[in-house]
Structures are given as structure tokens and as C-alpha cells.
């Protein structure tokens, strides 16, 4: 959807290749409200560990992965101009064994079952993995890389990284390893995932989309050239030091600088937008860079000062909010893109405009249902509210992904509506 | 010939493409689109070219992108531009 790989009409996955990530997303979206209601209500058996790695994998996996790959299969083509043949065969492949492997692992949280640890192993091995080796190879093979194609090589790579230490981490879990390695291998498990995955994904495309997107003036040269590699050697310096039993505070300190400036830059662009208009997205935006430097100041912290599990706490809830930010202003901007333009393209003179796609009223609704989550999850935790109190920001999370689900669906039932029921032209 | 003047250099996307493919639809045998860009707009000139029209892209010294594209295949785009 973009203007600087070579998108081809003929390239542009079809629709559903893309919508059926988001709304598996959005699924598992309103079940991780469900599931922080029933917690909070105390309707599900209580256990401390079940409960932090579930919540962070339906999270990371659910939501952030589902939405990252949806758009992966949209983006590679038109950022980076790789072809990804037969994309709906090979999409519902990776979105079949994600949702199985990802319910098989959430019940073998709460049921330390070694059959269901075996499930999820092999579901999320076979269909991450052929993800990743899928999308790799492609990008790998890029002659002239772009700093947004070269950005999702690394995060691309991350993301197998992590993937191959969870699967290791899930089979010690199962009983299948001796998990000699567990504690080093569970941080650099997540450290690959949080920063190198999700984060330089969002910061490679925010290379090409935000300028693109809002009109705004280029990143500096050095950032873009520069940034993701550096993070990633970061990423990679951290695993040998923790291998070797070093202190890696030093680099996690540098991490977080260096989110914290790319954060900040973000925020500047963005002011200094052309033509500045009210849209929910640039919003969305806002909120993610400013919660990523508030997250990542509190991660600077805490590798020199000892903090409270409060303050942890903002941390956490601040970085989640960041990624769910920029998840949603992509989806807005894409989604209705995406069906007006395949439905144009295709010849249908009716096809809907992209304000009546998802109209923009409805995603700044959204905005500020997602600001009151936040707010009220990062109050709950500054004023140590009665647990009782989490049950209004977990149905807002709820009401959240239940929202953005309704218009996901809508935007389809629109898109084939008018794929049935309207006149096509050939020109 | 009619010149439809498209100057997309302040657009947000995708507003600039929403527009071009809503002028390449109607566009008849005298008219032309000439298309001004801060970007080389692909995704635009691939459909030209897979809806077989005729198009040039150019670039001037500002770094601006002149994007002429016209369904007549006898028009001479190279005479029209103006970089």
C-alpha cells in the first residue's frame, strides 16, 4: 500500500490474507479481557506464574503477532518488493497452527500438561517458523535494500530467534529438556521478542510509513541508516554477556536510549507535519512514542537503581500501551485502504471510500476507549487500587478489541457485499 | 489535449493514488493526467502499466517526481512534461 518497493496489483496479497490475522488478533484480544475479568472476579483458579505468562502470551502471540504478521503479508510486497507466492494458502496455514499452538500453550500454562507443552511445541514450531523462514528467504535475497527492508530483516530474524529459545523454553516446560539453560535463555527469549521483534518491526516501518502516512519530514539520515543494526548488535552482545555470566546492564541502559531518542525524534516529525489534519491515527501514534519513552526511562532506571514492583508495573502497562498504540493506528490506515483499493482496482465504481470502510469517527472513539484503559490500568497500579478496581480497565481492554473486531467485520461484510451485489467495470 | 493536473506533494497517503485511479477510470482519449509527487509513486505506475496506459516518470532537480500517464497511446508524453 505503500509507494517505494514495487507493489504490483498482481502482487497485493488478496484481502483475506491480511483481515484474517487482524481479526484472529482481535479474538484473542477480547479473550485476554475475558480472561483479566475472570481473574479479577476470581473465576478462574489462581496461579501467579499461569497467570503472568499467559496474560504475555496472548499478548505477544495473540495480538501483537497476528497483527504483525497480517500486515507482514501486506507490507513485504509493497516495502521491500518481495513476492510471497500462493499467500492465502500459505497464510491460513500459519494462522491455523498460531491459534492452535497458542491454545494448546495457554492451557498448558494453567495445566502443566506435557501433551499440551508437545502441542503447542510443534504447532507454533511448524507454523512460526514456516513463517519466518518463508518471509526471510525473500527479504534475504533483496539486492537493494531499502532501510525499512533491511529493518524487517532484523526483525524478522529476531523473531526466529525468539521463537527457537520459546520452543526450547516450552519443551523444559513440557519435561522434554533438562532446561540447563532456562533462566539466561527466558531473558534472551524475551529481550529478541520485546526489542528485536516487535519494536524494530515498528521502528523499521515507521522508517517509510510516517513520512509517507502524515507528511512529515524525513528521519535523520543516521537514524535510519543505523538505528535497527545498532539495536540488534545490542541484542546480540547482550546474549554473549549473559552466556558468559556478565552483567548486561550497560546494554539495556543503551537500549533504552536509544528507544527513548528514536521515540522522541518520532514525536517531532509529527509536529512538524505539513499539512497537520485531526486524524485518531496520528494519535495513536503520539500515545505509543510517548508511552515508549516512558516505559523505556523506567527500563534505563531500573539497570541502576533498585525500583519497586509499582513503578516495574507502569513499566510494563506503558510498553504494552505502546505497541497496541501503533498496532491500532496501522490497522485503521490499512483496513480501509486495503478494501477500497482491491474493490477499485478490480473495477467496482461503488466501492466504498475509505471513510466508509471504518469511518474515522469510529477509530477516534477507539482512541479514547484505549486512552481510558490505559490510564485507569496506570492509576490502578500509582494509587495501589483494590484489586476489585481492575475489573473497569480489563472490560475496557475488552471493549477494546471488541470494537476494533466489530469494524474489522464490518469492513469485510462491506467489502464482499459489494463484490456480490455491485456492478464491475473493465477498464 | 486536456492536462488533469494532480499536484500530490502535500497529500497524505493514500490520498494521492485515491485520486489518480478515480481520474485514470473516467479519463478519455484527449485528456491526460500530469501527476506532481515528493515520491516515485510505484504502486500507481504499476497499474498504469498492468491497465496498459501510456506513462513517463520523471525526475527533476527539486527531487520531484512528474508523473504523466494517458490512455491514448498516440499522445507524446515527452513533449508534455515539463522538468
Given amino acids: ?427 | 489535449m486536456t492536462k488533469i493536473t494532480l499536484d500530490a506533494r502535500e497529500m497524505e497517503h493514500p490520498i494521492p493514488l485515491q485520486l489518480a485511479l478515480g481520474h485514470l477510470q473516467k479519463m478519455g482519449q484527449e485528456e491526460y493526467l500530469y501527476m506532481i509527487h515528493r515520491k516515485k509513486p510505484i504502486p500507481l505506475i504499476e497499474l498504469a502499466k498492468e491497465k496498459e496506459f501510456l506513462y513517463l516518470v520523471k525526475q527533476d532537480t527539486q527531487e520531484v517526481w512528474h508523473i504523466l500517464i494517458a490512455k491514448n497511446q498516440n499522445i507524446k508524453l515527452e513533449e508534455l512534461v515539463d522538468v
Fill in chain 1, 1 to 427: 500500500m505503500f509507494n517505494q518497493g514495487g507493489l504490483s496489483m498482481e502482487q497485493a496479497p488478496p484481502v483475506m490474507v491480511v483481515l484474517r490475522f487482524f481479526v484472529t488478533a482481535s479474538v484473542f484480544g477480547v479473550l485476554l479481557g475475558f480472561y483479566l475479568m475472570g481473574s479479577v472476579a476470581n473465576f478462574l483458579p489462581h496461579n501467579e506464574y499461569a497467570f503472568q505468562v499467559t496474560v504475555i502470551h496472548l499478548l505477544s502471540l495473540g495480538v501483537m503477532a497476528s497483527f504483525m504478521l497480517g500486515a507482514l503479508f501486506q507490507m513485504l510486497p509493497v516495502i521491500a518488493g518481495v513476492v510471497i507466492k500462493t499467500p492465502t494458502n500459505k497464510a491460513t496455514v500459519v494462522n491455523i497452527l498460531l491459534i492452535i499452538g497458542l491454545s494448546s500453550q495457554i492451557f498448558a500454562f494453567g495445566t502443566a500438561s506435557s501433551s499440551l507443552y508437545l502441542l503447542a511445541s510443534i504447532s507454533l514450531g511448524i507454523g512460526l517458523l514456516y513463517a519466518m523462514t518463508m518471509m526471510l528467504k525473500e527479504v534475504i535475497a533483496i539486492k537493494d535494500h531499502s532501510t525499512s527492508s533491511k529493518g524487517m530483516l532484523f526483525a524478522l530474524s529476531s523473531f526466529f530467534i525468539a521463537i527457537v529459545l520459546g520452543l526450547y523454553l516450552l519443551l523444559t516446560l513440557g519435561g522434554y529438556l533438562d532446561g540447563a539453560y532456562f533462566k539466561e535463555l527466558k531473558e534472551i527469549h524475551y529481550s529478541f521478542a520485546l526489542f528485536g521483534w516487535l519494536t524494530l518491526l515498528i521502528v523499521s516501518i515507521s522508517f517509510q510509513v510516517v513520512e509517507m502516512f502524515y507528511v512529515t519530514p524525513k528521519y535523520p539520515t543516521l537514524m535510519s541508516q543505523y538505528l535497527v543494526n545498532t539495536i540488534f548488535t545490542l541484542l546480540v552482545i547482550k546474549t554473549v554477556m549473559i552466556f558468559m555470566g556478565l552483567d548486561s546492564a550497560f546494554i539495556n541502559i543503551l537500549l533504552s536510549l536509544l528507544f527513548i531518542l528514536y521515540a522522541g525524534v518520532t514525536i517531532h516529525r509529527l509536529y512538524r507535519r505539513k499539512r497537520p489534519t485531526s486524524d485518531a491515527t496520528v494519535w495513536f501514534w503520539r500515545l505509543g512514542m510517548g508511552l515508549l519513552i516512558v516505559s523505556m526511562f523506567i527500563h534505563l532506571l531500573s539497570n541502576i537503581v533498585v525500583l519497586n514492583n509499582q513503578i516495574m508495573g507502569i513499566s510494563y502497562v506503558t510498553f504494552i500501551g505502546f505497541s497496541l498504540s501503533i498496532v491500532f493506528a496501522m490497522v485503521y490506515k490499512i483496513v480501509p485502504f486495503l478494501v477500497w483499493f482491491h474493490l477499485s482496482n478490480q473495477g467496482y465504481m461503488e466501492a466504498p471510500m475509505m471513510f466508509d470502510v471504518i469511518h474515522p469517527k469510529r477509530a477516534k472513539i477507539h482512541f479514547k476507549i484505549h486512552l481510558a484503559m490505559l490510564t485507569l490500568w496506570i492509576l490502578s497500579i500509582v494509587f495501589q487500587l483494590d484489586e476489585v478496581f481492575l475489573i473497569i480497565p480489563s472490560f475496557l481492554l475488552t471493549l477494546s478489541f471488541g470494537w476494533l473486531l466489530y469494524h474489522l467485520i464490518m469492513a469485510i461484510r462491506k467489502h464482499n457485499y459489494t463484490q456480490k451485489y455491485t456492478e464491475k467495470i473493465e477498464w
